[in-house]
């Protein structure tokens, strides 16, 4: 695998590759990788002749300092993982390399997806993840890139994105990846207590049963069983649950019962926030 630290020597290295015409596919990540990634990255490989990873804590998308902080940095064992997979190339900046001396992220217009759920709970989050992701695709180049759907409302604000500012690469979405017990894997699950790390399937446990229950008409009395549910809940503590388009990730209106929708949930499990979502039928 090749590794690169600054963008120039792999802009020029990318540029080669398309001069041979090989199809560049990217998968930008915060590293901490897990098997969701590393599915990620399969997915990838099967569809593009060169897979470039990016492993970046993004400084920009995160409204909370300690969270910040905290977020898990395991670059040997990413280092690893990707050569089990073989990763072709890793791109592995530090922060001045992308943002110099300006921390700061671009605005965006996403025609407001931007405000629903994520974006009511953290503050400028979806600004910085289009400024690094905006910045990741300008380097790489890619023909796809491909994110995971645990982070849907990040995946429908990237296609957004490219849609709006024209960009050059395809956005996959792909499955969610659990843990034998349901939960969504995710690099912050690390950071769990045993005790909250036990307690975290219920997340999962639950949607499911909104997948069962849900009908199209009684999303109210849904919403208010899983708010009830967590109320009684001594470990995990519910942020929001929402039922929303899934295009415009609206919350559900009863006139539209012909729409795609699905549930989305953001959790408290101590101080790690976990998110996950479910399509519903
Ligand atoms: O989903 C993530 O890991 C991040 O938000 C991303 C897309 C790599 C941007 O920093």
Known sequence: MKVFKEKK?????????KAQNYTVGFVPTMGALHQGHLSLIKKAQKKNDVVVVSIFVNPTQFDNKEDLLKYPKTIENDTKLLNTVSCDVLFYPSVNEIY??????????FDGLENQMEGKFRDGHFNGVGTIVKTLFEIVEPDKAYFGQK???QLQIIKKMVKK????????????????DGLAMSSRNTRLSKDHRNAAPFIYKTLQKVR????GENSEDI???????????????????????????????????????????AVFAGEIRL???IKLK
């Open 212 to 215: 069962k229950n849900f009908n």
């Open 151 to 153: 982070d849907f409302q």
């Open 100 to 109: 110099a001396e300006k921390i700061v992220s671009e605005k965006f217009d």
């Open 275 to 277: 998110i996950d979502n």
């Open 9 to 17: 020597p792999l802009k020029v290295y990318i540029s080669k590759l």
């Open 165 to 180: 500012h024209a960009m050059n690469v395809k956005v996959k979405g792909c499955p969610i990846f659990r843990e034998k």
């Open 223 to 265: 919403i208010a069983w899983v708010e009830n549910e967590f109320k009684k809940h001594p470990l995990l503590k519910l942020e929001y649950f929402n039922i929303a388009n899934e295009k415009s990730l609206k919350t559900i209106n009863h006139n539209e019962s012909n729409k795609k929708y699905r549930a989305f949930i």
